[in-house]
């Protein structure tokens, strides 16, 4: 599995980024991919999440209605992050999970759980 991400940058905030995930070699129906984020000296967390076999979404609460996840042609996933903070300052990975947990609605986005990692993109937002 490759994974290939892209799209980051400095912005000021308030600000708009999105981000791109290019992923290849997933071969299983049945699995989340999604986007993690660590911030300096803080563990790595999940952002958002998306589940491969319905499309269901979940997003980690210092996001919602902010960011908005989403997948095209099954290969490339999106991160449209919109009112950007200070705090949204951090390194941004994809990551693929070989499995589908469903909890409240949404996939399970949980750092730990990640077996694939594609190398970072940093998001500044600073003015």
């Known amino acids: 599995v490759q994974l290939q991400a892209s799209g980051g940058g400095l912005v000021q905030p308030g600000g708009s980024l999105r981000l791109s995930c290019v992923a290849h070699g997933v071969s299983a129906n049945t699995y989340t991919i999604g986007w993690f984020r660590q911030a300096p000296g803080k563990e790595r967390e999940g952002v958002s999440c998306i589940a491969n076999s319905d499309g269901r979404t979940s997003y980690a609460d210092s996001v919602k209605a902010r960011f908005t996840i989403s997948r095209e042609n099954g290969k490339t996933m999106y991160l449209q992050m919109n009112s950007l903070k200070p705090e949204d300052t951090a390194v941004y990975y994809c990551?693929?999970?070989?499995?589908?947990?469903?909890?409240?609605?949404?996939?399970?986005?949980?750092?730990?759980?990640?077996?694939?990692w594609g190398e970072g993109t940093l998001v500044t937002v600073s003015s």
């Open positions: 990551g693929v999970v070989m499995f589908e947990w469903m909890i409240t609605g949404g996939p399970r986005c949980s750092a730990s759980d990640v077996s694939y």
